[in-house]
């Protein structure tokens, strides 16, 4: 087997999902997982520090595009059009084609209060490194942590909206819905 | 020693703050806790699961506040105006009198990883719990998680700013104007 396996990483992550689902994150192995994908326990550690890790690998994934979005926007963009277009960015990486692996991966956090507080705090870290972007455009606080979280708040609120059971929408126009009802919320009465 | 020393509850809460500043969070021992208060190691435990909580229960005394200013709130009051009310009946909860104890405490769990996740997560569970008491208002799902979380959001910038060095403004004044740069952040462009 060779050293930089193409595609282990996913494998790895498919093989995991699989395991977690059927019979539970907490009696899953690493030696399981690595076996299910036809790898080596050796390759899992060279991708993943343990196996909570490769339910949060997306991160370092998906951030990227967020802080994309906040390059790219205008120089004279407010923060909250901003945050808009990182989130419109950070749905391109919610295709249809993920959307059974992301409900089955919901499926096991929601059930494990460990992981659940450990994609708790992803988010936050999440918000954190927004807001510094956000900081470095530019924004004074407290405005760029006001916006960064909000963007986030509305990430997460349009994932959990968007991995629904008959839920066929695109990420990003169901984020762009609740950017609106964002707006309504806080408009002056 | 009686049973429910009077009083038991924050020389605790007082003594491990002290040592958890001067000597380290790390290195105290609820041993050491218990002595510099008074008291027995058995009446710590009485009050407290373990050290940690020590830092965190300030939480169960401060939810009931925001609680209570969502249910005053005016039947027709926009969720965002709830939430603002909320924020208010809690920022009484941090007088002047409070501001050296939660400047101290804030510097603990700055410097320690492990305390700032806590915090992150007990801030989490503040919105759910919030966030749940605006549906039982009958607001409904996307627009109760959105105002709960911009709620707390406006709630811990608030306190950042509060107990910054040379800050003197009211807790409530300062929530206040964060609200109203929310506000002005979501306006209509």
Chains 1, 2 share one sequence.
Not at 13 to 35: C, D, M, N, P
Not at 59 to 88: N, S
């Amino acid at each position: 087997m060779g050293r930089w396996e193409p595609g282990a990483r996913e494998r790895l992550q498919g093989a995991a999902l699989s395991l977690y689902s059927g019979k539970g994150f907490e009696v899953t192995t690493v030696a399981e997982i690595a076996q299910a994908a036809g790898l080596t326990e050796r390759t899992f550690y060279r991708h993943f520090a343990d196996k909570r890790e490769v339910l949060f690998a997306i991160y370092d994934e998906f951030t990227q595009p967020f802080l994309d979005g906040i390059e790219d926007a205008p120089r004279d963009a407010r923060p909250i059009d901003v945050m808009a277009a990182a989130v419109a960015r950070a749905s391109g990486f919610f295709t249809a084609e993920r959307q059974p692996y992301s409900r089955a991966r919901q499926g096991v956090i929601t059930d494990n209060p460990e992981l659940h507080e450990r994609e708790l705090l992803k988010l936050a870290s999440l918000a954190a490194t927004l807001a510094t972007a956000l900081r470095e455009r530019g924004v004074p606080e407290p405005s760029a942590t006001l916006s960064a979280e909000m963007g986030v708040t509305v990430y997460r609120v349009s994932f959990e909206m968007w991995i629904a059971d008959g839920e066929s929408r695109p990420m990003a126009d169901i984020a762009s819905g609740v950017f609106a009802e964002l707006g309504a919320l806080t408009a002056p009465a």
